[in-house]
Nanobody, 119 residues
Framework: QVQLVESGGGLVQPGGSLRLSCAAS????????MGWYRQAPGKERELVAH???????TYADSVKGRFTISRDNAKNTVYLQMNSLKPEDTAVYYC?????????????WGRGTQVTVSS
């Protein structure tokens, strides 16, 4: 079993910054991809950004140029630096980890951390 511990959410004014982190622990095996999704009230969960084991990064168009995802492989931790935050970035942000044992692929989700952008 894998535990994902997210931190860094909160309330910030428009134009401000936050940094999210997600640390994975437990029976991880090999991580294929780590990333962040978000879900705003009344909307479906959507990809924000993810990073693969070889460093390939994908961003949602809505966050390109403002958000930066990074990863510390030694700590099994993924970060999301969010700059120039907008009210429409308000959502619950979830960490997602895709890992493999070599024969099976597993997907784990964090509990989520609230990000609120408001003046």
């Amino acid at each position: 079993q894998v535990q994902l511990v997210e931190s860094g959410g909160g309330l910030v004014q428009p134009g401000g910054s936050l940094r999210l982190s997600c640390a994975a622990s437990g029976s991880i095996f090999s991580i294929l991809r780590m990333g962040w999704y978000r879900q705003a009230p009344g909307k479906e969960r959507e990809l924000v950004a993810h990073i693969t084991s070889d460093g390939t990064i994908t961003y949602a168009d809505s966050v390109k140029g403002r958000f930066t995802i990074s990863r510390d492989n030694a700590k099994n931790t993924v970060y999301l630096q969010m700059n120039s935050l907008k009210p429409e970035d308000t959502a619950v942000y979830y960490c997602k980890v895709v890992r493999t044992s070599g024969t099976n692929v597993y997907v784990d989700w964090g509990r989520g951390t609230q990000v609120t952008v408001s003046s």
